[in-house]
């Protein structure tokens, strides 16, 4: 095994690979080399789905022994936007003030460089030796559609018979300072897509056509008027927000043959995808006429109940900033909506105030804490 590896150069290495999602360029073998220098055994896995852009993907394993501790994560980056927006170049990977620019900074080939940072402090310390196994599932389809990724690599481990016993996702976790949040789930998401037929015709001649736009809005007040829930211990309240409502009628005097509208929900575990599919097709269904709903499932609520996962994290991130850390449930999805099903799971990273942003940062300070955290947990994880 290899000296320890340095967060800093590990995550500027990253950052000037141009990896937006779907491209890799260099981005796991840089990644895989660090592992690999570390003892780590890594598979490369591309994975294809027709109509999607092939994906790479990487799964490294240090130990045949369980437990089998995972950390999971995400090579691939937004895109940059308005490039003419950054003061520094987007795949610079430079360091200004203390502070390390770049795409992926935070979101999360940051947080990457710190875990692989920390786990191998770990086993300089431990000598190489400890009871278990510790691997590293990182994917290039996070930021995508996430078809081509976490999921089939899943699939993968699923197909080997090897198992994962307890996975942190390094997403950037905390709103403001490091240490403030711990994720030990997320809500579902669902997408919906709703059209009413009508039939066109002279605003003079009402009798002649058939409106659909009385039928959309009281289709909209009947899924908008009732709460769906007040949320749980866990959970904030699911809402349900409307995102756009089109007719596409340029003139005044035309009754329009069709209206569209789109919605999505975010939902505790109070409720399904397949329960909010049910009541949102009964209330269109009561108010009746010719309508067509579609449905895109993102993800289903998920939680993983305060544990040892939890507790051993909490108080690396106790011992390492003074802070106590909420267990929230907050935020969109992240590749967690998989793993879930696999194992224990909880997310924490550095702070998520400029990712997807301009001028993407981290803060060299909250690098070295978060690896001093990753550290710190592993320790406990592994104590014998």
């Given at each position: ?60 394993r240090l130990g045949t022994e369980g437990p089998n501790f995972c ?15 950054w003061t520094v170049d987007p795949f610079g990977g430079e360091v ?95 997408s919906g897509w709703l059209t009413v037929h009508g039939m066109q ?184």
């Open positions: 095994m290899s000296d320890t590896v340095d967060a800093l150069e590990l995550a500027q290495a990253l950052i000037r690979c141009p990896s937006v999602t779907p491209a890799d360029e260099g981005a796991l073998d840089v990644l895989q080399s660090a592992l690999e220098g570390l003892g780590l055994t890594c598979h490369r896995m591309t994975f294809s789905e027709e109509g999607t852009a092939d994906v790479d993907n990487l799964y490294a950390y999971a994560g995400h090579t691939d980056v937004v895109p940059v936007g308005n490039e003419a927006g200004i003030d203390g502070t390390l620019y770049g795409r992926g900074a935070t979101d999360m080939k940051g947080g990457i460089a710190c875990f692989v940072s920390g786990m191998s402090r770990f086993l300089k310390n431990r000598s190489g030796n400890f009871n278990g196994s510790i691997s590293l599932l990182i994917t290039g389809d996070e930021e995508g559609p996430s078809i081509n990724g976490t999921r089939k690599v899943l699939d993968w481990l699923a197909e080997r018979n090897e198992t994962l016993d307890a996975c942190i996702v390094g997403e950037p976790t905390n709103p403001n300072k490091l240490g403030e949040m711990v994720k030990i789930g997320r809500r579902g998401s669902i015709g002279h605003t003079a001649y009402p009798h002649l056509a058939d409106n659909p736009l009385p039928r959309m809005i009281a289709m909209l007040d009947a899924i908008t008027s009732e709460k769906l829930d007040d949320g749980t211990d866990h959970f904030q309240p699911s809402n349900l927000q409307l995102t756009t409502i089109d007719v596409g009628n340029t003139a005044t005097n035309i009754i329009p043959g069709e209206v569209q509208a789109a919605f999505n929900i975010r939902f505790n575990d109070l409720h399904t995808s397949e329960s909010l599919m049910t009541w949102l097709k009964e209330k269109f269904d009561a108010v009746g006429g010719d309508y067509d709903v579609e449905f895109q499932i993102t993800g289903e609520a998920f939680l993983t109940p305060p544990g040892k996962l939890s507790s051993l994290l909490s108080e690396a991130v106790e011992k390492t900033t003074g802070i106590k850390p909420d267990l929230s449930t907050t935020g969109g999805t992240s590749d967690a909506r998989f793993i879930k099903d696999f194992c224990p799971i909880a997310e924490f990273g550095l702070i998520s105030q400029s990712m997807h942003k301009v001028d993407e940062c981290a803060r060299l300070s909250d690098m070295d804490r978060l690896t001093d955290i990753y550290e710190l947990f592993l320790d406990g994880y592994f104590a014998e």
